[in-house]
């Protein structure tokens, strides 16, 4: 009996496995790179960018949150900033998208990610942007505004996460962080169980809006699924809390004009701890709370996210005129 039991644990083994080598196959040939690259440390990051028809104003930085691409924050903003006069840059986080992780592991800091990025960016010729951060990338956005002022010129976070929160979180996280059970739990159980699910996570993660009916087509969101992708977004979220003790207490540093718009009805990153948080101490920081939107301000309104960035770059250029009578 013990030798039908280990046989029959190899084959369903073997059959998972294969299933998601086979499913990481198909989505890696469903949604390839729709940008460029730049190398850092023999590890490649993948970036998109659009371009205003004019000299452009400034350089926006899209940062995406977990789980997710530079295309979540590319889609539904590039374009509308670019015809603002801006020069849009979105990057595939360290270990997302098609970003690899020169560091592995420990690339999972968000201030290892700001300094990647930041040298990705300089990489391209840009030395200064105006950062547009959405939820989990709310903490690499203002570790970059802390510990690298003089490369942000304004910062919009959209439903960011930045203070320690209530309670942990969802107990996949931590299993796929873990080397060992990880690698096994990444390359035999979430491929077939994250399928099943896919469509209702994402209405959980929109709610109360209704996620676009293209949004998997245009974003490729199921690029999350690939093993190498899961365990990174997994280890990112595992040891985030412990990084927001750390740094929430140093917001009140935070120079640079900066204006928050979320969500009054965000189940996923909680408002009343993370955006009232944030306006209260980042000085002179604006906050906009818009009704009856979810975590995924951005999509649903995506026009308040450019008015918050039009909104800082102003500020900005006033602060600069004064700067110089």
Do not use: C
């Not at 539904?76 to 603002?84: C, I, M, N, V, W």
């Not at 690339?107 to 290892?112: E, L, N, T």
């Not at 739990?185 to 399928?195: E, G, H, I, S, Y």
């Not at 009054?264 to 909680?270: E, F, H, K, Q, R």
């Amino acid at each position: 009996m013990f030798r039908i039991f280990v046989l029959a644990a190899l084959t369903v083994s073997v059959g998972l496995a294969g299933f998601t080598i086979s499913q990481t196959g198909r989505i890696a040939r469903a949604f390839p790179p729709r940008g460029q690259f730049v190398e850092i440390d023999n590890a490649r990051m993948h970036y998109t960018e659009r371009k205003p028809d004019r000299q452009a104003r400034a350089t926006v930085l899209l940062l995406h949150g977990a789980s997710g691409n530079q295309a979540d924050m590319m889609v539904p903003l590039g374009d509308r900033l670019a015809a603002e006069g801006f020069g849009v840059l979105a990057f595939d986080r360290p270990g997302h998208g098609w970003s690899q992780r020169p560091g592995g592991r420990a690339d999972a800091s968000p201030a290892v990610q700001a300094a990647l990025i930041r040298r990705a960016v300089e990489m391209l010729g840009v030395d200064k942007v105006l950062l547009v951060a959405h939820s989990l990338a709310g903490v690499v956005a203002t570790n970059l505004a802390i510990e690298h002022q003089s490369f942000v010129s304004g910062l919009v976070l959209v439903a960011p996460v930045t203070h320690p929160w209530p309670g942990g979180i969802e107990a996949y996280y931590t299993v796929a962080a873990t080397r060992v059970i990880g690698q096994l739990f990444t390359r035999l159980l979430v491929m077939p169980m994250a399928l099943l699910r896919f469509e209702s996570g994402l209405e959980f993660v929109f709610k109360p809006n209704v996620p676009p009916t293209d949004y998997l087509q245009k974003t490729g969101a199921q690029l999350v699924l690939r093993p190498s992708s899961f365990m990174a977004n997994a280890q990112d979220v595992a040891g985030l809390h412990a990084f927001v003790e750390k740094q929430a207490p140093r917001l009140p540093e935070i120079k640079t004009p900066t204006a928050i718009v979320t969500g009054d009805s965000d189940t996923i990153v909680l408002t009343h701890i993370h955006s009232y948080g944030s306006a209260k101490e980042i000085p002179g920081a604006t906050l906009k709370v818009l009704p009856n939107v979810g975590h995924s301000v951005h999509w649903a309104e995506p026009q308040a996210v450019v008015d918050a960035v039009l909104e800082v770059a102003g500020r900005g250029a006033q602060a600069t005129e004064v700067g110089a009578r």
